[in-house]
């Protein structure tokens, strides 16, 4: 290869750039052919359908930096989702319900943090654990029902938009969450330390950090921020089920590793992140505006997963070709 060859190879060979450049070329090739989607109505059903992978994928970054996973998160929001139903079905006020399931999220989340940081479980193992364990507890809890009739004032400000704008009013929720782990994960030591963890353990050690307690707030974050999105999740469709959010974990690992994040820990920037979240949140809205099945939304999902491992690896065999 040439220097000039070479050049041309080391600037435009960055997963993060590309996968921007992918996502700018699918939203306009989809606004071209496919009815209603550059609508400004169809701009608000995304970003509501954005909005709990969105949520979830943050601080799923910061796991993953560390060489961790939690694929217990669609299950903390179903359990989230479940608490708030029986809790609003045993007439308890909506402000005391939501900081209840927010709190109900970060245990989840330290639970498992404690499993995998105290005790030195395999996160992988762990958090297939508690999937099954969340979304079982939500079952007991709820049942099969569903329950709805949440306020109004709650459901349509979730459903809503800004001063009458085609901007919803959750994109605030989302933008302001993504500032604030943007910031933490470049910007701070605690950010340092998370890329320390993943690239070294010991090495991170060595450097005065603390892994466990690095990944065990991690865990709580990730609790956390699932039981938020298990509110929103009710909130927006006004209904309360134990299987909300079933399957949501794959999405989620889909976007965060199609946005650069190493699976092995150590790399990863939450622009490219946010970029794999709308660019997988636009190819599933797109394909439902074009009558696709549910099934092939899956493979879709599926195909994107691979694809995140396999791309970055490519990319990086090609910078030092």
């Keep these: 290869m040439s220097a000039t060859e070479s050049a041309v190879v080391s600037r435009f060979a960055n997963w993060n750039a590309a996968i921007i450049a992918i996502t700018v070329i699918v939203l306009i090739v989809a606004a071209a052919s496919v009815d209603s989607f550059g609508t400004s109505q169809n701009f608000g059903f995304l970003v509501l359908d954005l909005l709990p992978i969105a949520l979830v994928a943050l601080p799923m970054t910061l796991v993953i ?61 762990v958090t297939i654990g508690t999937l099954a364990l969340y979304r079982g507890l939500a079952f007991v809890v709820l049942g099969d029902s569903a329950v709805a009739d949440f306020p ?19 994109l605030i929720i989302i933008v302001v969450l993504a500032i604030v782990f943007g910031v933490i994960l470049h910007a701070t030591p605690i950010g340092r330390a998370v890329f320390a ?49 079933a399957g949501l974990e ?53 195909v994107l997963l691979i694809a995140s491992v396999l791309g970055p690896n490519l990319v990086n065999r090609l910078r030092r070709t």
Excluded: H
């Design 65 to 125: 930096v560390t060489g961790e996973i939690d694929l217990s998160v669609a299950s903390t929001l179903g359990l989230s989702s479940a608490v708030m139903g029986y809790l609003w079905n045993a007439n308890q006020p909506i402000e005391t319900i939501i900081p209840l399931c927010l709190l109900l999220g970060a245990v989840l989340g330290a639970v498992n943090g404690f499993f995998v940081t105290v005790l030195g479980l395999p996160s992988l193992a």
């Design 197 to 245: 963890v993943g690239a070294s353990e010991q090495a991170a050690r060595f450097a005065g950090v603390r892994p466990g307690r690095v990944k065990f707030w991690l865990y709580v974050a990730s609790g956390l921020i699932s039981g938020l999105a298990g509110v929103l999740w009710t909130l927006r469709y006004s209904s309360a089920r134990a299987d909300n959010g």
């Design 152 to 170: 109004t004032v709650y459901t349509d400000w979730v459903t809503g938009s800004i001063g009458g704008t085609p901007i919803p009013n959750v």
């Design 250 to 302: 794959l999405a989620v690992v889909a976007a965060v590793l199609l946005g650069g994040v190493s699976i092995f820990g150590g790399k990863g920037a939450l622009p490219g992140v946010i970029a794999g979240v709308v660019l997988l949140g636009s190819l599933q809205n797109a394909l439902r505006l074009s009558d696709v099945s549910n099934e092939a939304l899956n493979v879709v999902t599926g």
